[in-house]
């Protein structure tokens, strides 16, 4: 791609810069050569808060082995499925490796699955992919989900069995188009999974990213977004839940690349357990280019015992004053007192307020899933694991 000229006065025209090169300390340059990324040592600032010993050899590039993992899709008869071979469009027109586990994810599958909704289209239900890894065995993967011009569609990627992954998701929303991506990360307790997600979100369109991560003994998603045209709108939104030893590792980039557009980022996560650890790292540019723009980004941390620890970084990197509104919060506490002591004056015992609070406190993302059967499961899973907690 060619770097487009930013003109000196307002930017009415609402011209997009479409460089490749990112100039933030949070994203090297990207690269589909293995070889650019070079196996991390801890010092990196974008592999700092990882435990590498524990990556189980997902940085090593290895194919992926037989029956590693079983794929189930499931379409509605709109959709078309196919496959798309290395360089073969739009395999890689949006998605360009961040670091080493993304481009072996790419490199090493030969076919990447590619969903397609036609333009003007809209699913009443949605596609879902389910990733299942059996005998903790290397996989790879990538998906390319391509949404026409002012379609409607969501995609489930749901991941779960014991394995070492990694997995690439590029999403091209069109023009005016509306599409959701729910991803779940609900592995056996011993697996490995390193992903990179990214969207281009088009002139008009909304794009809502929802991650939902659970199991796994070590997770680290790199979640991302550029835009297309004027007018989008994209939310990043995020729900985990830590037990004992657990690293669950989240990085957001919102990359305003054009004027008028709008980003929200809010991820909630809940700790608890002897050495159970998260980590949040989020990142808004906001490009020259990119004026009249409105972006805010927030991460809340609820810690439920001792020994957890949550690591919060928001980022914000401004080139231009011309904005309507940016901004980023960050907190990480226990329970709130006064909410108990309100709950347990009108007679609510101590337990069942904690397990309030802490409903309350995941309520709302789990509101903004508009998926009856994946609301349930996830409200379950969060109840074992406040038994576990004995909350």
Same mark, same amino acid.
């Given at each position: 791609?060619? %770097?487009?000229?930013?003109?000196?006065?307002?930017?009415?025209a609402?011209?997009?810069?479409?460089?490749?090169?990112?100039?933030?300390?949070?994203?090297?340059v990207?690269?589909?050569?293995v070889?650019?990324?070079?196996?991390?040592?801890?010092?990196? %600032?974008?592999?700092?808060?990882?435990?590498?010993?524990?990556?189980?050899?997902?940085?090593?590039?290895?194919?992926?082995?037989?029956?590693?993992a079983?794929?189930?899709?499931?379409?509605?008869?709109?959709?078309?499925?196919?496959?798309?071979?290395?360089?073969?469009?739009?395999?890689?027109?949006v998605?360009?490796p961040?670091?080493?586990?993304?481009?072996?994810?790419?490199?090493?599958?030969a076919?990447?699955?590619?969903?397609?909704?036609?333009?003007?289209?809209?699913?009443?239900?949605?596609?879902?992919?389910?990733v299942?890894?059996?005998?903790?065995?290397r996989s790879n993967?990538?998906?390319?989900?391509?949404?026409?011009?002012?379609?409607?569609?969501?995609?489930?990627?749901?991941?779960?069995?014991?394995?070492?992954?990694t997995?690439?998701?590029?999403?091209?929303?069109g023009?005016?188009?509306?599409?959701?991506?729910?991803?779940?990360?609900?592995?056996? *307790?011993?697996?490995?999974?390193?992903g990179?997600?990214?969207?281009?979100?088009?002139?008009?369109?909304?794009?809502?990213?929802i991650?939902?991560?659970?199991?796994?003994?070590?997770?680290?998603?790199?979640?991302?977004?550029?835009?297309?045209?004027?007018?989008?709108?994209?939310?990043?939104?995020?729900?985990?839940?830590?037990?004992?030893?657990q690293?669950?590792?989240?990085?957001q980039?919102v990359?305003?690349?054009?004027?008028?557009?709008?980003?929200?980022?809010?991820y909630?996560?809940?700790?608890?357990?002897?050495?159970?650890r998260?980590?949040?790292?989020g990142?808004?540019?906001?490009?020259?280019?990119?004026?009249?723009?409105?972006?805010?980004e927030?991460?809340?941390?609820?810690?439920?015992t001792?020994?957890?620890?949550?690591?919060?970084?928001?980022n914000l990197?401004?080139?231009?004053? %011309?904005?309507?509104?940016a901004?980023?919060?960050?907190?990480?506490?226990?329970?709130?007192?006064?909410q108990?002591f309100?709950?347990q004056?009108r007679g609510?015992?101590?337990?069942?307020a904690?397990?309030l609070?802490?409903?309350g406190?995941?309520?709302?993302l789990?509101? *903004?899933?508009?998926?009856?059967?994946?609301?349930?499961?996830l409200?379950?899973?969060?109840?074992?694991r406040?038994?576990?907690?004995?909350?």
């Amino acid at each position: 791609m060619t %770097e487009q000229a930013v003109p000196d006065a307002p930017n009415v025209a609402g011209a997009v810069e479409a460089s490749d090169r990112v100039v933030s300390h949070l994203h090297p340059v990207g690269s589909f050569d293995v070889d650019d990324h070079p196996m991390p040592n801890g010092r990196e %600032e974008v592999w700092r808060f990882t435990p590498l010993r524990r990556l189980a050899g997902a940085l090593d590039q290895q194919e992926t082995a037989d029956k590693a993992a079983d794929y189930q899709v499931n379409a509605p008869d709109e959709v078309t499925l196919a496959t798309l071979a290395p360089g073969q469009a739009p395999r890689g027109t949006v998605l360009l490796p961040a670091d080493r586990a993304a481009a072996i994810a790419s490199r090493e599958t030969a076919e990447a699955l590619h969903v397609k909704v036609p333009a003007n289209t809209e699913l009443t239900e949605p596609v879902s992919v389910t990733v299942t890894a059996a005998e903790h065995k290397r996989s790879n993967a990538h998906y390319v989900l391509e949404v026409g011009a002012f379609a409607k569609a969501t995609l489930i990627l749901d991941h779960q069995g014991s394995g070492v992954h990694t997995g690439n998701l590029e999403v091209v929303v069109g023009d005016g188009a509306q599409v959701t991506v729910i991803s779940v990360q609900d592995w056996d *307790r011993e697996s490995v999974h390193l992903g990179q997600h990214e969207a281009l979100v088009g002139r008009d369109a909304s794009y809502r990213h929802i991650v939902v991560t659970l199991g796994g003994d070590l997770v680290r998603l790199n979640s991302n977004v550029r835009y297309g045209g004027t007018g989008a709108e994209a939310d990043l939104l995020g729900l985990y839940f830590a037990d004992a030893g657990q690293h669950l590792e989240h990085r957001q980039f919102v990359d305003h690349n054009a004027p008028h557009t709008k980003s929200n980022v809010d991820y909630k996560g809940a700790l608890q357990g002897q050495d159970a650890r998260t980590v949040w790292v989020g990142d808004v540019l906001i490009r020259k280019v990119a004026e009249q723009i409105e972006t805010y980004e927030i991460n809340r941390n609820l810690v439920l015992t001792d020994g957890a620890q949550a690591d919060s970084v928001p980022n914000l990197e401004i080139e231009t004053g %011309e904005i309507v509104s940016a901004g980023h919060a960050s907190a990480t506490g226990r329970f709130d007192d006064e909410q108990l002591f309100y709950l347990q004056s009108r007679g609510i015992p101590e337990d069942e307020a904690r397990r309030l609070v802490v409903r309350g406190f995941f309520a709302d993302l789990l509101s *903004r899933i508009h998926i009856d059967a994946m609301r349930e499961r996830l409200s379950k899973a969060i109840e074992k694991r406040l038994d576990k907690a004995g909350v």
